[in-house]
């Protein structure tokens, strides 16, 4: 028996056929704090600092008993990052003995501390969308949203209607939980009524023409779009799900009123076409007169020798 619970007492119940015994549990009593062990401060802190970086043990916050002459010393804890952690050091001391020993000194989070969010396995940790195109995805052999598929019975006929008309042959197919969980996140989701294009339709799918409706208990609900103009083709989409290309659903046409004429200035046909001889002749500059060219000099010597010749 634990020293922090009593005995058992065992009474006879008067009055209980055969005389019966019946035993009568006590809960265990609280510990009490011990004097010694709580006094032990500045033991405890020394313990804290040899383990801890230097200045990161802060204030003492308190202590708590944890057992008869054990108790949790607590300090606060001054490392960036770890808000709301203390380290907790726990002291006992033996029984009739005055010394005060450190049994563990650790580092615990307190109610406002800032944790990691819990672990889980990489299997739970995926989400909708993380799957890539050349990703698997481990089986779930004790999945709670497939149940066992159809299996054969001998039936001949019987087996060829659940096979080729019911479409079964798997292995396991969806349970009525996953039924659940699928039509709610669809129902829920973009494709569901409750969209700002489903509101601002003028007719719900069921009313559609490019509605195709799902099979087996679903189809109640839900069907898939055909139509190449609707943004929600190829997808599934609920009964009173809409968009703007419902098959009977119209728009008032209005017929088109001529424009204005615009004249474009700037082409070609606005200029006059100028040859190009011309427009040169008519910008370059006015001539100006030329020098009399110079008349050559003869030397008088030279025409009396052509005088005297003649």
């Not at 969308?129 to 019987?158: C, H, M, S």
């Not at 042959?169 to 996953?178: I, Q």
């Amino acid at each position: 028996m634990s020293v922090d619970s009593v005995e058992d007492e065992t009474t006879t119940q008067g009055g209980t056929p055969g005389g019966t015994a019946a035993k009568r549990v006590r809960k265990p009593r609280k510990p009490t704090l011990d004097a010694a062990a709580a006094g032990a401060v500045d033991l405890a802190r020394a313990a804290a600092e040899e383990v801890a970086d230097e200045g990161t043990v802060g204030e003492h916050l308190g202590t708590v008993p944890e057992g008869d002459r054990i108790v949790s010393h607590t300090f606060a804890c001054l490392l960036p990052g770890y808000r709301g952690w203390r380290w907790t050091v726990t002291v006992t001391r033996a029984s009739r003995a005055r010394n005060v020993t450190v049994s563990e000194v650790c580092l615990l989070p307190g109610d406002d501390a800032l944790q990691p969010p819990v672990w889980l396995p990489w299997a739970e940790r995926l989400a909708p969308g993380d799957v890539g195109p050349q990703d698997t995805l481990p089986r779930k052999a004790d999945d709670p949203l497939l149940e066992p598929g159809f299996e054969e019975t001998g039936d001949e006929d019987l087996d060829r209607v659940a096979l080729h008309e019911l479409g079964l042959g798997r292995e396991r197919v969806l349970s009525p939980l996953g039924r659940d969980e699928a039509a709610t996140r669809w129902y829920e989701g973009d494709r569901g009524p409750r969209t700002e294009i489903a509101e601002n339709a003028k007719g719900q799918c069921s009313t559609c023409g490019f509605f195709l409706a799902l099979a087996g208990s679903l189809r109640q609900v839900f069907g898939a779009c055909a139509n190449e103009w609707s943004p929600e083709d190829g997808r599934v989409v609920s009964v009173d799900h809409g968009c703007g290309a419902h098959s009977e659903t119209d728009v008032e046409v209005t017929p088109d009123e001529p424009s204005v004429t615009v004249v474009d200035d700037l082409s070609s046909d606005a200029f006059e076409v100028v040859e190009t001889a011309s427009l040169l002749a008519d910008d370059a500059p006015p001539a100006t007169p030329s020098a009399p060219e110079p008349v050559a000099v003869q030397d008088e010597t030279e025409d009396d020798a052509v005088e005297a010749t003649s």
